[in-house]
């Protein structure tokens, strides 16, 4: 019984709705293993890999939208959850991290797997509690209980994040052979209620008459997850108003003509009079990062007057070095009671006119619509097999109402340039943008989703996270879609790297290592597809539902992919 406490953290967490637990194995952390394991209300996951297990947590938490906890032993495993925590906390993304640790008193005694665990995450969790290691005292059960709420309700409220919870535990760790877990039905449950932020009527009138006196006013929306009823309000917002709305692949935007998404290839241009044509005398941005980078050099070099950001966060956050005005409240709210006030102040002027708006709006998505006739035409008349042209097949042939996780480097690159012409939810590990981890997300998504789950990765993003396959959950949704093409391709395709005579072996790490081992060890379906054979006969094997996962690896030689995403890049700088 010594360990009721312990298990008190099992049925605090059932009872608080953090139902998903992902496990890595270890000795010093089995109190907390059999507690969530032997739990009725918990559903966990055995995770050997605690850098994988971290970020199947991490995506089953970013598509839930609900707080997932993380179990693993103490020492080096604590360290190996850090990268997916770091995701997190940039990602705003709900986890609470449960390290098992020896007590203090043994650090620096030359005991195993002992380290400076407390607080060990840094700066890169909300905050960091570290439990008792005796339990004696009512006092510390009481402690221990508070705690446990606290970090709860701390990852829940916005802004969502990691908490770290360090928990020393003493031997015996184990529960003798005929001794049962239980559960204390009375645990202390504290609730926080949830509140909106709302601004002041002078305020809304201050922001209302701002809005009335500049010409030319644009919405960019960084990344969010799917959000149905903010695009509803911004679309009604964009089109009563005369203000265009433009989102990175990562926003979730519609595949609707009324937003622009190819800003991306437009802005690339240098044909300065559309771009000083474009600059906005007002930038209302919303979300999280952009994907685009000629975007924000668009607006470093032609800045507006004024720049409001909209997000319910103490970080200033000044991404095209314009920021004017922070405005801490939900973008769904702003825009239904902007658009609101707006409505009644042309209704009691009798004034139906966008103040000319509506050209501005015009001209932000007529070069959207010549940017995707070029793009398409370009991908038409381009003959050689290819990176780019295959993943547009990827996009263009998803099935309708997929997930798509986009790793980082190249394919969330090719995608946000491409777009999508059909719904889809999409994610992407933006946070800090690493290419750990991005299987091992998408696996965690498929976990809490029905719909089919693709990603598209390349080969170095993908062997460095091949662990993802290596555990016992791998869901029958997923659909990994990896191209191959024997290095790291990008440092070829950006600028910089790709004129270094030490190119190939100090940036791109040419390999020739092929998935298919890796595949038929996780008992995954693989598919293969090189020039010369048809996409459509691999495509339509690969999506067809057959109880199993599946992998398609696509091979592309580096050079060509190089020369002809140069090519695109010299067309659309015309």
Known sequence: MLLQSINNIAEICARKNVKNVVISPGSRSAALTLAFARHRGIQTKVIPDERVAGFIGLGMAQYSRKTVALV???????????????????????????????????????????????????????????????????????????????????????????????????????????????????????????????????????????????????????????????????????????????????????????????????????????????????????????????????????????????????????????????????????????????????????????????????????????????????????????????????????PEGSVLHLANSMPVRYANLLGLSQSAEVFANRGTSGIDGCTSTAVGAALMTEKTVFIITGDVAFFYDRNALWHPHIPQNLRIVLFNNAGGNIFRLIDGPSAQPELEQYFETRHSTTARPTAEDAGLDYFSLKEGEDFMDSWNAFIAPTGKSKMLEIFTDPISNGEVFEAYRKTAMT
Not at 89 to 112: M, N, S
Not at 260 to 274: A, I, P, T
């Open 72 to 398: 693993c032993t103490s020492g080096s495993a604590a360290y190996n959850l850090a990268p997916a925590v770091v995701e997190a906390y940039f990602q705003e993304i709900p986890l609470v991290i449960f390290t098992a640790d020896r007590p203090k008193e043994w650090i620096h005694q030359q005991d195993g797997q002992t380290i400076y665990q407390n607080e060990l995450y840094g700066k890169h969790v909300k905050k960091s509690f570290e439990l008792p290691a005796d339990y004696s005292h009512p006092d510390a059960n009481w402690y221990i209980e508070r705690v446990l709420n606290e970090a709860i309700n701390l990852s829940q409220t916005t802004p969502k994040g990691p908490v770290h919870i360090n928990v020393p535990i003493r031997e015996p760790f184990y529960p003798a052979a005929e001794e049962k877990i239980i559960y204390d039905r009375h645990v202390k449950l504290v609730e926080r209620l949830a509140a909106e932020p709302t601004l002041s009527t002078d305020t809304w009138h201050r922001l209302q008459n701002e809005f009335e006196n500049v010409g030319r006013v644009l919405i960019a929306v960084g990344q969010l997850p799917p959000t149905p009823a903010l695009w509803a309000v911004l679309k009604e917002f964009s089109e009563e108003m005369g203000v265009p709305v433009l989102g990175d692949i990562i926003s979730n935007v519609p595949a609707d003509e009324a937003f622009v998404r190819q800003h991306d290839v437009f802005l690339r241009g240098k044909n300065e009079e559309l771009l000083s044509s474009l600059q906005p005398d007002l930038l209302i941005t919303i979300g999280d990062s952009f994907i685009s980078k000629n975007f924000k050099l668009f607006l470093r070099n032609h800045s507006p007057a004024r720049h409001w950001h909209i997000k319910t966060t103490e970080q200033l956050i000044d991404t095209f070095q314009t920021l004017t005005t922070q405005i801490p409240v939900e973008p769904t709210y702003f825009f239904q009671k902007l658009l609101e006030d707006l409505d009644y102040q042309q209704f009691v002027q009798n004034d139906s006119d966008d103040d000319g708006r509506g050209a501005y709006r015009e001209a932000w998505l007529q070069a959207d619509r010549k940017a995707k006739r070029s793009l398409h035409q370009f991908l038409l008349h381009e003959n050689r097999w290819n990176e780019f042209a295959l993943v547009g097949n990827v996009l263009g042939n998803l």
